[in-house]
């Protein structure tokens, strides 16, 4: 099972908006809604922030969203505030019960 | 509130095994699946596989199949991973996490550094 492609970066100013892709196929991404997101700041445990493709957990504030087509899912995060500079995954339910997690993409606040 | 604490870091020899506990408390062990997740050093997230506290049921990734043997003692609310015949490139923080809504995982362990050094 090949991990899921992410850009290894992206980056924009306070207050905009910044959108991270999740490349998988069609025995991953594009075959199940089971695409989720997580947040990893340097040296901590990741935190969940999308499930389901675009559904938030409580407590997620809803600047950020999620979205799929195809065998691409995106999670975008509109509003960004510093504190969102950190390291995202994806991870897509693959069948028979196995998961696999995206390359991850460290977001960073100009 | 769920936690999930972990044990302390390892340090071990090429061809040796590790075995790292995870125990939960503030949520009923046996209904919810533990996975267990590593990152290399500057590197990503790895899915290893689940355990089922319920009865034991495991499924791992097909990179760790004969590697790595997921258990659980539910009398003390704790599950292991053992990763047998470590190479160097098992060197990675390992993290137990619990599944719970839909495919996801929503509560992650402090993590555990295991080096393989010699």
């Known amino acids: 099972q090949s991990a899921l492609t992410q850009p290894r970066s992206v980056s924009a100013s306070p207050g905009q908006s910044v959108t991270i892709s999740c490349t998988g196929t069609?025995?991953?991404?594009?075959?199940?809604?089971?695409v989720s997101w997580y947040q990893q700041y340097p040296g901590k445990g990741p935190k969940f922030m999308i499930y389901?493709?675009?559904k938030r957990p409580s407590g997620v504030p809803d600047r950020f969203s999620g979205s799929k087509s195809g065998n691409t899912a995106s999670l975008t995060i509109s509003g960004l505030q510093g504190e969102d500079e950190a390291d995202y995954y994806c991870?897509?339910?693959?069948?028979?019960?196995?998961?696999?997690f995206g390359t991850g993409t460290k977001v960073t606040v100009l | 509130q769920v936690q999930l604490v972990q044990s302390g870091p390892e340090v071990k020899k090429p061809g040796a095994s590790v075995k790292v506990s995870c125990k939960a408390s503030?949520?009923?062990?046996?209904?919810?699946?533990i996975h267990w997740v590593r990152q290399a050093p500057g590197q990503g997230l790895e899915w290893m596989g689940w355990?089922?506290?319920?009865?034991?049921?495991?499924n791992y990734a097909q990179n760790f199949q004969g590697r790595v043997t997921m258990t659980r003692d539910t009398s003390i609310s704790t599950v292991y991973m053992e990763l047998s015949s470590l190479r160097y490139d098992d060197t990675a923080v390992y993290f137990c996490?619990?599944?719970?809504?839909?495919?996801?995982?929503?509560?992650w362990g402090q993590g555990t550094l295991v080096t393989v050094s010699s």
């Open positions: 996490a619990r599944g719970g809504t839909s495919h996801a995982v929503e509560y």
């Open positions: 503030g949520y009923t062990f046996t209904g919810y699946y």
């Open positions: 355990i089922t506290p319920n009865n034991g049921a495991t």
């Open positions: 069609s025995s991953d991404v594009g075959g199940y809604n089971y």
């Open positions: 389901d493709v675009s």
């Open positions: 991870c897509s339910y693959a069948g028979s019960l196995t998961y696999v």
